[in-house]
């Protein structure tokens, strides 16, 4: 389950926009924003492109509890 709330923070510290992120990962905003709320799963290749675009952990996309 990802980590919605630091998710978010990061996108926030480097920046950017959710609907940039959605862009750059290739996902049109309302798809992001369904997987960013554990509507839908990110796949492992949006994982990655998320990672390498924010600079940040996997860790936040596998947290068995979510605030």
Known sequence: MTDTFE???IIRQRGLTK???A??????E???LLKLN??????ASE?????NLLKCSR???????VN
């Open 30 to 32: 309302q798809g992001f």
């Open 47 to 51: 994982i990655q492109s998320i990672c």
């Open 23 to 28: 862009f750059k990962i290739g996902l049109s």
């Open 59 to 65: 860790d936040i996309f596998f947290k068995d509890t």
């Open 7 to 9: 998710l978010e923070k």
């Open 38 to 43: 554990n509507q839908n799963e990110f796949k």
């Open 19 to 21: 609907k940039e992120v």
